[in-house]
């Protein structure tokens, strides 16, 4: 059975980073995306980053471009989202989700229903 963990979120100040992991397993994942969403309260649920395991694609939303990373780590499935220069606005509960043979060429906000595998989500509080 695949399973994703979400994990490093927190409480920072604006400016400061942070750095989620997802841990994948359960499966091969090859062929899989792996991708970041996020929702803040009384909002859906957006699009922030996707990665393409087979070819390395990386996708973001133009609202975190030039300031998030989404990476994996070379030893095991553990996708890493580097968060710098952090704003109040990003402020929201983070989920990791996986989908076989989707194609991060495709990300965008309309992405949350493509994805059949999600972790339990992270809180992310970037105080002013």
């Known amino acids: 059975e695949v399973q994703l963990q979400a994990s490093g979120g927190g409480l920072v100040k604006a400016g400061g980073s942070l750095r989620l992991s997802c841990a994948a397993s359960?499966?091969?994942?090859?062929?899989?995306?792996i991708a970041w969403f996020r929702q803040a309260p009384g909002k859906e649920r957006e699009a922030v980053s996707c990665?393409?395991?087979?070819?390395?694609?990386?996708v973001y939303a133009d609202s975190v471009k030039g300031r998030f990373t989404i990476s994996k780590a070379s030893a095991n499935v553990t996708i890493y989202l580097q968060m710098n220069n952090l704003k109040p606005e990003d402020t929201a509960v983070y989920y990791c989700?996986?989908?076989?043979?989707?194609?991060?060429?495709?990300?965008?906000?309309?992405?949350?229903?493509?994805?059949?595998?999600w972790g339990q989500g992270t809180q992310v509080t970037v105080s002013s």
């Open positions: 989700a996986g989908e076989l043979g989707y194609y991060c060429s495709s990300f965008g906000p309309k992405a949350t229903g493509w994805f059949t595998y």
């Open positions: 359960g499966g091969t994942f090859r062929q899989y995306a």
């Open positions: 990665i393409s395991l087979h070819d390395g694609l990386t």
